[in-house]
């Protein structure tokens, strides 16, 4: 997981994020599965910027 730091990080602050902007969603929409539809959008736009940096970096060390 050592080369994988900043992917981990991100799929953390994604979910995070992401359950945060569901709940504001969920005021304002009443939609319960709002919640869950942001968390997972969170989730990926975490892994595509975690793993981008995280290919940058093995590739300048190689």
């Known amino acids: 997981m050592k080369n994988n730091r900043y992917l981990t990080?991100?799929?953390l602050t994604g979910f995070i994020v992401g359950g945060?902007?569901?709940v504001l969603a969920w005021v304002f929409l009443q939609n319960i599965f709002a919640i869950p539809i942001c968390a997972s959008i969170g989730i990926?736009?975490?892994i595509v910027i975690g793993t981008v940096i995280d290919y940058?970096?093995?590739h300048q060390e190689k």
Do not use: P, S, V
């Open 9 to 11: 990080i991100g799929l």
């Open 20 to 22: 945060c902007i569901g």
């Open 44 to 46: 990926l736009i975490g």
């Open 56 to 58: 940058q970096k093995n």
